[in-house]
């Protein structure tokens, strides 16, 4: 059985035992059941970036959109990943590489978990413990979250939301975008390790807020974030 006609059968697996009024969340912890809320469901679909996108639709912050009609710019490091982005989701516009403070390149740690890879060393060596291991280590090519937008959004493109999360280098990948020039409406930050009383100090708060984005939601290792111009 092809992978795609499995994902069909489970869907309607799925759909089939879902509680009347209940919706299908493809986000690890929800993410998008919170961003449906906060959207209003809105008529008309909007755009969407999704840094670390992982997978088109396991662990994904967006799927429930893009069955939507949403389109957006997914990015990821992972080897392979465009091929399987653009293969399942061809609507979208998938970039396959690192983004970081600035270009270059960058270590990258892969594991036998892919949800877990990261350019951070650090992360990968908490991380490195069974039942999950390091299986790879290579060197990827890596540009600012500025360049990538230069390059491929759409001229005159509103971001509706950006998702982040990239295990452990959210903070670098937030501090090198142009802030005056590139404003989601909401950002989703995954903060590990970071509960609501550490939020006083967080680098990536003050950053933020800096730019006047202000925190809105959470939920277990995500940060929901909203520009100041934007009413939800």
């Known amino acids: 059985m092809s992978h795609q006609s499995w994902l069909r059968r489970a869907g309607r697996w799925l759909r089939n035992r879902m509680p009347i009024g209940g919706r299908l969340s493809y986000s690890q912890e929800g993410e ?10 809105k008529s008309s679909p909007g755009f969407f970036v999704d840094i670390g996108a992982h997978h088109p639709v396991r ?5 429930y959109f893009y069955r939507r009609g949403w389109t957006g710019l997914n990015v990821d490091a ?3 990943t465009a091929n399987l982005f653009r293969r399942m989701r061809p609507k979208d516009t998938t970039i396959e590489c690192g983004i970081g403070k600035e270009a270059g390149s960058m270590t990258y740690f892969s594991f036998n978990e892919p949800a877990l890879n990261t350019f951070s060393e650090q992360e990968a060596a908490r991380k490195n413990h069974p039942p999950y ?5 290579i060197q990827l090519p890596v540009m600012t979250l500025a360049q990538l937008l230069d390059r491929h959004l759409p001229e005159g493109t509103d971001i509706d939301f950006m998702t982040v999360d990239t ?6 990948v937030i501090a090198s975008n142009d802030w005056t020039r590139y404003r ?9 390790n970071t509960g609501l009383e550490d939020l006083a100090g967080n680098p990536t708060v003050h950053l ?3 730019f006047d984005y202000r925190i809105f939601a959470k ?3 995500t940060f929901f974030f909203v520009a100041k111009e934007s009413v939800y």
């Open 167 to 172: 295990e452990g280098l959210d903070h670098e």
């Open 32 to 41: 998008d059941m919170v961003l449906a809320r906060m959207l209003g469901e």
């Open 133 to 137: 291991h390091v299986i790879d280590k």
């Open 219 to 221: 939920t277990y290792n």
């Open 78 to 80: 992972l080897p392979g």
């Open 208 to 210: 933020l807020q800096r």
């Open 59 to 63: 662990y994904s912050n967006t799927y």
């Open 184 to 192: 989601p409406k909401i950002i989703l930050v995954e903060l590990l």
